[in-house]
């Protein structure tokens, strides 16, 4: 099935979730993810402003503002380019041309200096590799991760549904070294090359 097709398919099941499902898994998927991170040793990370009915980080955030780590927003730039701005208790937030809520500041880290990315995805294939909603803001943003010389974790939040059996992805797709559900977690091997 081309990515296309499978990405309608994928929102179109999302849309029809229930708001008690919903409500479940986000703080089952949130809870996985804290026990899975140690967030008193990240220095930088990566996180997003929830979308439609992607996973919501409440948790997270609450445990994160515990500690002294720094967290980021991707933020889309005029080129259709992407970069990650810090998020401050005083930081200016506007939503962007999609709805999309982002940090407007100059304060901006390379993808380099991350330790764990936590990156929103419409579907995932069996090789961990990600489906978004087609703009390829984050494939262009993480282009040369593979290249970094020690790179972030890769982490994405979803639903089980939304995890394939099958390979659709394609080489410029980013890959997920941990995906974690309301039901399951799904390593896949980090991919240093």
């Known amino acids: 099935m081309e990515k296309n097709k499978i990405r309608k398919f994928l929102l179109e099941k999302g849309h029809a979730l229930?708001?008690?499902?919903?409500?479940?898994?986000?703080?089952?998927i949130q809870v996985a993810a804290l026990e899975m991170l140690d967030i008193s040793h990240i220095k930088n990370i990566l996180l997003y402003s929830p979308f439609r009915k992607e996973v919501r980080l409440d948790l997270i955030l609450k445990e994160l503002n515990k500690t002294s780590t720094n967290i980021y927003l991707p933020k889309i730039l005029p080129n259709k380019n992407m970069c990650f701005n810090l998020l401050e208790e005083s930081s200016y937030i506007k939503k962007n041309k999609y709805g999309i809520s982002e940090v407007i500041n100059?304060?901006?880290?390379?993808?380099?200096?991350f330790d764990v990315m936590i990156i929103p995805f419409v579907g995932v294939d069996s090789?961990?590799?990600?489906l978004g909603y087609g703009s390829g803001y984050f494939d262009r943003a993480l282009e040369n991760i593979k290249d970094f010389t020690k790179r972030p974790l890769l982490v994405g939040l979803g639903y089980e549904y939304q995890v394939a059996d099958e390979a659709?992805?394609?080489e410029h797709d980013l890959k997920y070294d941990l995906v974690i559900t309301e039901t399951d977690i799904h390593g896949y091997a980090k991919s240093i090359k």
């Open 106 to 113: 100059k304060n901006y880290l390379d993808a380099s200096e």
């Open 18 to 28: 229930s708001e008690e499902f919903i409500s479940n898994s986000n703080k089952a």
């Open 127 to 130: 090789n961990g590799l990600r």
């Open 168 to 170: 659709y992805g394609e």
